[in-house]
């Protein structure tokens, strides 16, 4: 663990984006040999709009890295958060504890209030249009939701008390972990219910997916699926039985043009029923 800590203490920004690429590469690599639906699309044109989204994500992120920073060392040297305040404890618990914790605020928690509060599902409602769901489809995110994600996770630097090494390591299992469940690919069905039980699997994750409700309002994890199971917001669906996209937006025009979904979340509110 102390290797662990001293690489992330330090860990070089060329590495960080080389997770993002290296983890988007191996599994769209991975898709093409055994993909879990045989899609009839433009990879190329898919791949470049998601990949749009990624890159604003990235210039969210390097624009307010400041504040991350300054949030995780405040927290250290005021001694603030709940991890400052817990009895001292092995590294391995430690961070065990901080990445659950961080991933509900982070991860769980913001992903909840962005489906409950409308004008927020605005924004994450880019994030569901996609019908074509694959690795690409992780960091499919309009830069205003790119925002909000990272006040969220600054509140959870702040909440949890987490040091800057642990912000780096959370972030690098988050990317890897959102590329992983959402990647075209499949498990054997035991296997997959079996890691579901501790972190998201592909087909825990692809029901939240699912392009009708009540599905689409469940599994909100990213990394742990403790969460959902805590909360009561999991909920499962046969894989033959998923429908990508969201019922709100389901024609190509709407869904696959990248003007378009930039100003979804400035047109007419539509919800379920219309």
């Given at each position: 663990?102390?290797?662990?800590i001293?690489?992330?203490s330090?860990i070089?920004?060329?590495?960080r984006a080389?997770?993002?690429a290296?983890?988007i590469?191996?599994?769209?690599?991975?898709?093409?040999?055994?993909?879990f639906?045989?899609?009839k699309?433009?990879?190329?044109?898919?791949?470049?709009?998601?990949?749009?989204?990624?890159?604003t994500t990235?210039i969210?992120?390097?624009?307010?890295?400041i504040?991350?920073?300054k949030?995780?060392?405040?927290?250290i040297?005021?001694?603030?958060?709940i991890?400052?305040?817990?009895?001292k404890?092995?590294?391995w618990?430690?961070?065990?504890?901080?990445?659950?914790l961080?991933?509900f605020?982070?991860?769980?928690?913001?992903h909840?209030?962005?489906?409950?509060v409308?004008f927020?599902?605005?924004?994450?409602?880019i994030?569901?249009t996609?019908?074509?769901?694959?690795?690409?489809?992780a960091?499919?995110?309009h830069?205003?939701?790119?925002?909000?994600?990272?006040?969220?996770?600054t509140?959870?630097?702040?909440?949890?008390?987490?040091?800057m090494?642990m912000v780096?390591?959370?972030?690098s299992?988050?990317?890897?972990?959102?590329?992983?469940?959402?990647a075209?690919?499949?498990?054997?069905?035991?296997?997959?219910?079996?890691?579901?039980?501790?972190?998201v699997?592909?087909?825990?994750?692809?029901?939240h997916?699912h392009?009708?409700?009540?599905?689409?309002?469940?599994n909100?994890?990213n990394i742990f699926s403790?969460?959902?199971r805590?909360?009561?917001?999991?909920?499962?669906?046969d894989?033959?039985?998923?429908?990508y996209?969201?019922?709100t937006?389901m024609?190509?025009?709407?869904?696959?043009?990248?003007?378009?979904?930039?100003?979804?979340?400035?047109?007419?509110?539509?919800?379920s029923?219309?």
């Amino acid at each position: 663990m102390h290797d662990i800590i001293n690489y992330f203490s330090t860990i070089p920004s060329s590495h960080r984006a080389l997770i993002l690429a290296g983890g988007i590469t191996f599994f769209w690599i991975l898709e093409s040999f055994k993909p879990f639906k045989n899609f009839k699309y433009n990879k190329w044109h898919h791949a470049g709009i998601n990949i749009f989204f990624t890159l604003t994500t990235i210039i969210v992120n390097f624009f307010l890295a400041i504040i991350l920073l300054k949030s995780a060392q405040w927290t250290i040297d005021n001694n603030f958060g709940i991890l400052q305040w817990l009895p001292k404890m092995n590294n391995w618990l430690y961070a065990i504890v901080g990445l659950l914790l961080l991933d509900f605020i982070g991860a769980y928690l913001v992903h909840l209030v962005e489906h409950k509060v409308k004008f927020l599902w605005r924004f994450h409602l880019i994030h569901h249009t996609d019908t074509w769901i694959d690795t690409t489809t992780a960091n499919r995110h309009h830069p205003g939701e790119s925002v909000l994600r990272f006040i969220f996770t600054t509140l959870g630097v702040f909440i949890v008390g987490s040091p800057m090494w642990m912000v780096f390591l959370y972030q690098s299992l988050s990317v890897l972990a959102t590329q992983f469940n959402h990647a075209n690919i499949v498990l054997p069905k035991r296997l997959d219910n079996i890691l579901s039980y501790i972190i998201v699997s592909p087909d825990m994750h692809k029901v939240h997916h699912h392009y009708k409700l009540p599905y689409t309002d469940s599994n909100y994890g990213n990394i742990f699926s403790v969460w959902d199971r805590l909360f009561g917001t999991y909920s499962s669906l046969d894989r033959d039985n998923l429908v990508y996209g969201v019922d709100t937006h389901m024609k190509e025009e709407e869904n696959n043009r990248l003007k378009n979904l930039l100003l979804i979340p400035f047109q007419k509110y539509r919800s379920s029923n219309d």
